[in-house]
């Protein structure tokens, strides 16, 4: 493909629904974006930035769906992080009823397949900042002292963000929602349980396919087959069906999720035997 011109690059990256984004794109965009900025057209400049950041979005979602198919379960999750991030920068800066370049689509798949991966706990860096630096005049940014840039406005065609100088590392923690996803905790000892996502990916062929997902909840071994009359096994010495029948006592806290096709014929097999939980049973 040749590209002449931004107008036919926003119309390549909206029309897009393949494997590979063709590289070409970035370095065109740059050297547009310069000529731009050469001519102090900060307005095309801008608009240049947004199709940057749309072909990240778009690169790093499928570089996820990439990674997956090879059962390069941890490298997707990292670049499913890098697509939201680079998403949520571009949500400050564009009209999102108009989704010309399926974003809502690549967020709503990327928090779908998030729930489907068996991480539960993540280690979070907790660091002093001795110092930040502004990314376009590279001012020091003090209490006192502030340049005119906004944080997360557009200069040049560049996104104003803070640069940390000079960090103290203080402690680590394990939380369960972390500010840094790719954090995630790995035990020696343990493998991850990645059944459900391998099994969507036997099915699913392209990254723009579209499914959904079911939420389901699993009934706990100990409330198995009861009769209404037998004794609740939650140790009240009520009569089940006095007690904990049709509460959501019976289920597990962790859901199930199913994922269904719509215009596909799958196997009837597809979304049973599938182990959910966390870790993988040897
Ligand atoms: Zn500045
Ligand atoms: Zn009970």
Known sequence: MNFINETMIEEYLSDFNELYLNK??????????EEYVNHNDQNTAKNIWILEQVYKVIAHYIKAFRYLKQKKHYEAWCE??????????????????NDKFKLEFI??????????????HFLSREAIVQNWKCSICGNSITLRNRCSHQLGEIYNGEMCCRIAQDMKFEAFAIVTDPFDKYSVLMLGNQEYNYAILDRLMEVWENPFENWRLEKNYVIKTEYLNLKRNDTCPCLSMKKYKKCCMDTPKVY???????????????????????????????
């Open 24 to 33: 070409e794109v970035i370095s065109k965009l740059k050297s547009y974006k």
């Open 80 to 97: 499913l992080d890098r697509s939201d991030i680079e998403l949520s920068f571009l949500y400050n800066h564009i009209d999102r009823t």
């Open 107 to 120: 967020s709503q798949k990327t928090k779908d397949l998030q729930l489907l991966f068996p991480y539960t």
């Open 252 to 282: 597990d806290s962790n859901p199930f999720y199913k994922v269904i096709f719509n215009n596909k014929q799958i196997p009837k097999e597809y979304n049973e035997n599938i182990t959910a939980g966390t870790w993988k049973n040897n």
